[in-house]
C-alpha cells in the first residue's frame, strides 16, 4: 500500500547530520541509558534492553567496536547533532559477521533518539541520511520493531520499509510479552521522500 511522503515537522533550525566522532560516547551513552529510566516508566521502548543497564565499561566497549567498524568501514553511522551535542544516532552494520559473508549484502538498521527531540523530525531525518549513506555498501536494509511501538512503525514505513515479518512474543520486558516485528527496504528501488529532500 502507498504511503505518503515522510513529514519532517518542527525540525530543530540547528540540526547537524554528520559523521560519528570520539567524543559522542558521553551523549550517546546518556541517551542509551534513559531508555532504562523510561521503561521504569512504561514508556513504550522501540529496541531491545538489557534487562539490567550495562556499566560504563560495557559501553565502552560497545563504542570502541562500534568506532573501529566505522574507520573500517564495516558499518554506517549517522550522527545528529543540535547545539553541537550528539542526540541520536542511526546505524546499519552487516547482517552477517562480517560484509564479505553471503549476507553482508543485507545490512541491520538500528536507531536511538534522544527523548526531548522525538517527534520533531530528527528520527526520519537520521534515517534518510543514514540509508542514503548506505547505497554502494548494502542492497538490502533491514529493521525490527516492537509492536508495542507503533509510531515507530509509521515512520519506517513512511521512509519506505515493507513489513516481512512477525516473531510473536520476541521480547519479554517485565513479566509481559511483546511481539516483533521484521520491515525491510530494497535500497535498489528506493528514492528518498520528497520532503526529507530538503534538511
Not at 547545539?83 to 562480517?98: E, H, I, S
Not at 530528527?122 to 509510531?151: D, H, I, M, W, Y
Request: aromatic letters at 8%; glycine letters at 10%.
Amino acid at each position: 500500500m502507498p504511503v505518503g511522503p515522510a513529514r519532517v515537522p518542527d525540525l530543530p533550525p540547528d540540526l547537524v547530520l554528520r559523521t560519528l566522532h570520539w567524543e559522542d560516547y558521553e551523549p550517546l551513552t546518556k541517551i542509551y541509558y534513559e531508555l532504562y529510566d523510561e521503561r521504569a516508566e512504561g514508556a513504550p521502548i522501540g529496541i531491545h534492553l538489557f534487562r539490567d543497564r550495562p556499566s560504563k565499561g560495557d559501553e565502552v566497549d560497545w563504542f570502541s567496536r562500534l568506532f573501529r567498524r566505522v574507520l573500517s568501514e564495516e558499518e554506517v553511522v549517522v550522527i545528529a547533532e543540535v547545539g553541537g551535542r550528539a542526540v541520536g544516532n542511526c546505524t546499519v552494520g552487516p547482517a552477517g559477521p562480517l560484509r564479505q559473508s553471503e549476507t553482508g549484502h543485507v545490512g541491520l538498521l538500528g536507531i536511538l533518539v534522544d527523548r526531548r527531540y522525538r517527534g520533531r523530525g530528527v528520527g526520519t531525518a537520521l534515517l534518510v541520511r543514514c540509508l542514503e549513506e548506505c547505497r554502494g555498501k548494502f542492497e538490502q536494509v533491514r529493521l525490527s520493531v516492537a509492536s508495542s511501538n507503533p509510531e515507530a512503525r509509521r515512520i519506517y514505513e513512511r521512509v519506505g520499509f515493507e513489513p516481512c515479518g512477525l516473531f510473536p512474543r520476541a521480547i519479554k520486558r517485565g513479566g509481559q510479552y511483546v511481539d516483533e516485528e521484521w520491515m525491510n527496504l530494497d535500497l535498489s528501488r528506493w528514492s528518498p521522500p520528497s520532503e526529507s529532500r530538503k534538511h
